[in-house]
């Protein structure tokens, strides 16, 4: 009793002990890191998915386990899975976690788990997965999307490899007092998750507005946006895991996106000696172990660099990205003593930053933010650079870099993968109004350099054919000309590469520029059984393409022009600057390319399963579903609606037909073939050219006024549409003359009410009609007369997109749970209020097929696939 007594008094001496402390600390005017008390998130749910038992890692949290998490979940049917042990080769996550990936929930059908929120306001939404290896479902080839109430978090997401760990990290503004996170697997897929973190985060991460790159403008409204962390980099130190930021942050190390490492050095000094002034950094926006580190210019006090620090990461291009740099002058002697600028993707952030000056003091913890517009992201990375700012008067030139954030941005639906929103409306019509603004000096930029290639062309030299590269009048527009040390050298390796360093014929440099590997003749010649007749896969009119086995063994299309062709040269030219320039899943990507010997040689991505030609009539291969047909002439639709309005822009491919859509293994579709491709100005809305592309495809218009537009793809398209739905060549001369036309005779049955006849009996019966209509409406449109009448292929994906949903919820039995009846809302067109329905369904969990499955079993077969 009597200790009891003594209770307010020693809590009051306590109270006044920590008030002079903080007086104390006070008066210097900075707060040391230590005294700042630890952040504890008022709403804390860490889930292990599928463990037996909770899982305490070492940074000191504990994740619940699956069973006593269980009541956040409404499901029908799942399956937990968890092993022993996990091999995986690198991983890009704190290996404090990795007991996190040991076990795995599957969702089979549309699942939901729900938080209740004590204190709305920023949280922290962290996934992990790793496709753990299961007797019945390969995880590996699981396709779902997770989302909330209104944030598309991610779309159609795949782990395709098991030896990787995936982490995803999201910060948003949660305001009502529950939260949600819808899974859904694709049709006849399942969706998986290893662990999951609903965490609060303090208030002041994130302001609303941000300067702007280039130099000069703000950007407001930040608060309106949800937030993917895409890399969190300690520069020039370790790892800092979870145990040292209080926000449970883990910070990554640099160097693997060091461009230049060998002009970089590392700096530190002890975390305790970072000072916190109220004007920069708090401790919640990087704890004092960031600070600690830095990169600063290698040897900067005995030469006189020039150069810059670099670092290059890849992002998702289409997005905006928000860029923090943490900053520290933890390497000055004195004040104003460094004076530095710093550029993102080669534009001027800052220039002559003196981070003394802002707080007249060193080692004072300080961030900027810059927003980095979509439009500005062209080759699919974001570069960071600091270098000496030229012109100061005093100090030694030197720059220093000692934190770095990328966080992508969600767009104008609220989505951060892929273009439509939660209740299905896309991103595209305002992306245009966008790239109308924007890119209109990009494309200046790009018709420029088509014109320089003409004159170029013109101009080439006389005696080009007699050496051996034609590739070095025309590929250092790419770039600086100092990259190639142009020296037409007799050797035969003179190619372009004068800096081509090692025997693979690897060009570091050149792949630097996003245009891939060089590979030499006599490799691809071994790849190809010196270009063996049974290797050709495909003749077209540049010549033949070669199925290529590389040591290693992967496989590759080779594409070997026929040698001395002027017009295979400028198709040559064409596809490598365009696909230099292009990036996207629904693209066939180029990996290299070859032009030792007067040869001509393209490297792409071997597509295992073809033209999607052969999948819809004319090969032994069998016939295509209706559901597959949709899903791949959506994927084409993506890639050309890439092409048109992406990152890329005003791209215009000319030559879209069945045997340019081309299929990989898992029947994903890729839109190949750029050599006619056009980058489209944008001031002028049409290019004029010599009618090129392929008959029975080509847009009507086009052929009348030789003006090309975006539009004439579209009408393409529409032809595709009907040959994949009809099941017959676009042009067909032994038939009677009005079916000659598959485009004509199709909207023709189509105007008469009698397109069912013409269907392809394979898929006839199965088509659902409201399906069938969407689809048929969505062809005719492309094929309209006049090129302003047809939609953009942003619409046409979108009314493809419903034509599959049409198919997929007709398809499904009368027994469907709340949740999946609930997918055809979020898709229709008629429900614009973007609400997830199924919110209230209250799905029984009693039936779970629970398979827990013993881990002998799986040592067992790792080690019989390890024999
Ligand atoms: C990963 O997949 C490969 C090929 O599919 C297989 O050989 C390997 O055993 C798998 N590893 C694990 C850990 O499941
Ligand atoms: C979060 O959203 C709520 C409601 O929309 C709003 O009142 C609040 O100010 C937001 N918080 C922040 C930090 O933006
Ligand atoms: C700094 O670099 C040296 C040599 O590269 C390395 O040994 C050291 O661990 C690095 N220090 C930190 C803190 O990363
Ligand atoms: C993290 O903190 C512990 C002590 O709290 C310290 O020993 C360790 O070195 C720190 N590690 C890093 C990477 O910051
Ligand atoms: C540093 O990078 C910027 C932007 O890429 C460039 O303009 C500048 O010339 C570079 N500075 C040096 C010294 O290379
Ligand atoms: C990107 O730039 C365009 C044109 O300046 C602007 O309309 C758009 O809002 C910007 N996007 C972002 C996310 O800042
Ligand atoms: C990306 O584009 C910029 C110019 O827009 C260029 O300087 C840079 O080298 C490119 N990066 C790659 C990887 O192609």
Known sequence: MEGRQNWPISSLSLLLLFNLLFILVNST?????????AYTPPDNYLIDCGSPQDTKLDDGRTFKSDSASRSYLETNEDVQTSVDYISVKGFSVSSSALPLFRSARILKAVSKYTFYIT????????????????PVYDLTSAVFSITTDEVVLLHDFF????????FKEYLFNVSGDRFSLLFKPKERSYAFINAIEVVSAPDGLISDSASTVPQGGTLNGLFQHAFEVCYRLNVGGPTITPMNDTLSRTWLPDTPYNVFPQGAQNASIMPSAVKYQQSGATPYIAPSWVYATADEMAESETLQPNFNLTWQMNVDPGFSYLIRMHFCDIVSQALNDLYFNVYINSMMSVSGLDLSSINNALSTAYYTDFVLNASSIRNGSVRVQVGPASGMQSGIPN??????????????????????????????????????????AMAVTAMLLLAIVCIRWQQRPRDWEKRNSFS?????????QSFFSTSRSSSRRSSMFGSRTSKSGYSSNFSNQGLGRYFSFSELQNATQNFDEKAVIGVG????????????????????????????????????????MLRHRHLVSLVGFSDEQSEMILVYEYMANGPLRDHIYGSKKAPLSWKQRLEVCIGAARGLHYLHTGAAQGIIHRDVKTTNILVDENLVAKVSDFGLSKAAPMEQQYVSTAVKGSFGYLDPEYFRRQQLTEKSDVYSFGVVLFEVLCARPVLNPALPREQVNLAEWAMQCHRKGVLNKIIDPHIAGSINEESLKTYVEAAEKCLAEHGVDRPGMGDVLWNLEYALQLQETSSQPQTDLPEDKCTGHITALEKPNGKVCGGDSGVSVGDDSQVTVTSPLFSQIENFQGR
């Not at 005017?29 to 700042?36: C, L, P």
């Not at 070095?472 to 600086?480: E, I, N, V």
Request: glycine residues 14%.
């Open 29 to 37: 005017s900075a707060i040391d890191s230590s005294s700042v008390a």
């Open 119 to 134: 204190r709305p306001g920023w949280h922290w939404v962290r996934f992990y997965f790793h496709p753990l290896p299961h």
């Open 159 to 166: 782990v395709k490899d098991n030896s990787t760990l995936v």
């Open 399 to 440: 720059a220093i870099l000692n934190g770095l954030e990328v966080i992508k941005i969600s767009n104008s639906v609220r989505s951060l993968d892929g273009l439509f929103g939660v209740d299905g409306s896309s991103g595209g019509g305002r992306t245009m109004k966008i790239v109308a603004g924007v890119g209109l």
């Open 472 to 480: 070095s009048w025309l590929l250092p527009l790419h770039t600086s």
């Open 541 to 580: 009119g540049f010549g033949k393409v070669y199925l290529g086995v590389f040591e290693d063994g992967t496989k590759m299309a080779i594409k070997r022009g026929n040698p001395g062709s002027e017009q295979g040269i400028n198709e040559f030219q064409t596809e490598i600057q365009m696909l230099s």
